[in-house]
Nanobody, 115 residues
Framework: QVQLVESGGGLVQPGGSLRLSCAAS????????MNWHRQAPGKQRELVAT???????TYADSVKGRFTVSRDNAKNTMYLQMNGLKPEDTAVYYC?????????WGQGTQVTVAS
């Protein structure tokens, strides 16, 4: 069983940056893909970014060019670098990891973009 813990959220002004982390309690080196999702109040959870085992990445159109997903194998950690933040990026951000036979969600971290 792997637990995922997100961190790095907070309050930031429009145009600012944050880096979210998703730390796994065990090895996730055999993952198929890892996602960042977000859910704003009153809205459905949406996919923000995907990192594939092949190192390929995909992004939602709304964040393309502003967000970057990456990972550090040695630390069993995935990151989401968010630049040029906008008020509409305000949401709870969740990481999601799929490994052979299992899928795991983190508990979420709040990101609020406001002046």
């Amino acid at each position: 069983q792997v637990q995922l813990v997100e961190s790095g959220g907070g309050l930031v002004q429009p145009g600012g940056s944050l880096r979210l982390s998703c730390a796994a309690s065990g090895s996730i080196s055999s993952f198929y893909y890892m996602n960042w999702h977000r859910q704003a109040p009153g809205k459905q959870r949406e996919l923000v970014a995907t990192l594939f085992a092949s190192e390929g990445t995909t992004y939602a159109d709304s964040v393309k060019g502003r967000f970057t997903v990456s990972r550090d194998n040695a630390k069993n950690t995935m990151y989401l670098q968010m630049n040029g933040l906008k008020p509409e990026d305000t949401a709870v951000y969740y990481c999601y990891v799929v490994v052979p036979g299992y899928a795991y969600w983190g508990q979420g971290t709040q990101v609020t973009v406001a002046s």
